[in-house]
């Protein structure tokens, strides 16, 4: 009896825990071939002269893959590492090593979707089937209380049924070993510059370092419910609320760590510390579940408002120019952009009000901070991210969901000092939904 090869095509799932593709593909195959691909189409330039994924996001996601080739080598794997196109890449790395199937976990987004779709066709030429499986969510969505097409609109009433009539499944096991076939070339892990991008110089005001892969989402894990673990908000300076998010979206939005492994870490440290006070973390979690449902019910709808067939007239192109490079004049909007663009990274809380003073203040095209927003988050995840700003913009859902979102302050009563206020000096940096 021949035997059956399995393969892994690795995107936004870059764990070994947790991951229903690699334990089903180590359980129903004799040998697993895992592959990550670097596509060229998230590395072009836009057609507004910047690259899609800028030098931040791409370091983050480098270190991520090698610590996942690191991690399947443990358990005696290999990650094969390509960059192309992953139509052209899977078909050929199938018929070189004889593979029987290819599994990936499903995306709702349309970029990423269309990606599946061309891999989908090009497999099915050689007869070999893509198998689809739902690992990105806390809830599953056939667990959910109702159909995708019937989903509520509004967050609230999601939250509420949701939390009322489904359960978050446990997590799935961790294989214990992993049989590749032998492979003649695993292929290198790109550089920035092959990416056509130039390495990032880390600010010193920095308050943390994010580091790509599992390894470090797992310490980061561990480390917000050993030394910040939700107590009362303190207040900062001018009555400004600190910081006391997670800031685990990194490396969920590359799937180093899952939904469900941050849910049930909540649940242990509140029975284990008999404590009740790690709702916000939750709160966030199920606003990534909620903005990927909705992408996956209503679709392109996200990107085809009709907005988009408006011209940017040079004012407010202007306009733009100055809030993406932290010059608009008020003092927390310039600090945020600033943070952002030294960083790239910004709390939750500071993305509403510098997503709001663009839309709102200066009635500049929310797709505009859409796609910046794409580029320099290392956290970028295409639901979050998009369905956030159309949020922000008003764009069909209920406006009484603004109360999970303090989003009406003025510019009177934000925080005024900061070590991102000052100009930000591009040479001390170099060129280059949170939670």
């Not at 596509?39 to 507004?48: L, R």
């Not at 030294?342 to 939750?348: F, M, P």
Request: with cysteine; proline share 5%.
């Amino acid at each position: 009896m021949s035997e059956r090869t399995i393969l892994v095509w690795f995107r936004n799932d870059l764990r070994i825990h947790d991951n229903e593709i690699l334990l089903e593909a180590t359980r129903k195959a004799d040998k697993v071939l895992p592959v990550y691909c670097f596509d060229p189409y998230y590395f072009k330039t836009t057609i507004n002269n910047a690259p899609k994924t800028g030098a931040l996001r791409a370091r983050f996601l480098l270190e991520s893959v090698a610590d996942l080739r690191k991690n399947l080598k443990a358990l005696g794997g290999e990650l094969i590492i390509r960059i192309g196109n992953p139509a052209e890449v899977l078909p050929e790395l199938a018929a070189q090593y004889a593979v029987n199937e290819v599994y990936h976990h499903r995306e709702v987004a349309y970029e990423e979707t269309d990606i599946s779709e061309q891999v989908e066709t090009a497999l099915w030429n050689l007869r070999l089937n893509l198998k689809h499986f739902i690992g990105h969510t806390l809830y599953h969505k056939e667990d959910l209380p109702f159909p995708i097409k019937d989903i509520p609109d509004s967050f609230a009433v999601f939250k509420k049924k949701v939390e009322r009539d489904s359960n978050v499944r446990p997590c799935i096991g961790t294989p214990e070993q992993i049989i590749a076939p032998e492979i003649t070339d695993a292929g290198e892990l790109p550089t920035l510059q092959q990416l056509g991008l130039t390495e990032p110089v880390d600010d010193p005001r920095a308050k943390i370092k994010f580091t790509g892969g599992e390894t470090a989402g797992l310490a980061r894990l561990e480390e917000y419910f050993t030394n910040n673990s939700q107590v009362a908000p303190t207040k900062g300076r001018n009555g400004a609320t600190v910081d006391r998010s997670s800031k685990l979206s990194p490396w969920l939005a590359l799937g180093c760590i899952s939904m469900r492994q941050v849910y049930w870490a909540v649940v242990k440290h509140e029975q284990s510390n008999n404590v009740n006070n790690t709702g916000m973390l939750e709160l966030e979690l199920l606003w990534r579940d909620y903005f990927r449902f909705m992408f996956k019910k209503h679709g392109k709808q996200y990107f085809t408002t009709d907005e988009q067939a408006a011209e940017t007239s040079a004012e407010k192109e202007a306009l733009f120019d100055k809030w993406k490079s932290g010059n608009t004049g008020i003092p927390f909007i310039d600090a945020s952009i600033h943070k952002l663009n030294a960083t790239g990274y910004i709390s939750n809380f500071s993305r509403q009000m510098v997503a709001g003073y663009l839309v709102r203040d200066l009635e500049v095209d929310w797709k505009k901070g859409a796609a910046y927003f794409e580029e320099k988050l290392i956290d970028y995840s295409p639901a979050s991210n998009w369905g956030n700003w159309a949020f922000v913009a008003g764009l069909g859902h209920d406006p009484r969901d603004n109360k999970y979102f303090n989003i009406t302050k003025t510019a009177a009563e934000l925080e005024t000092q900061s070590e991102f206020i000052s100009t930000w000096a591009p040479e001390t940096v170099g060129h280059a939904v949170s939670v």
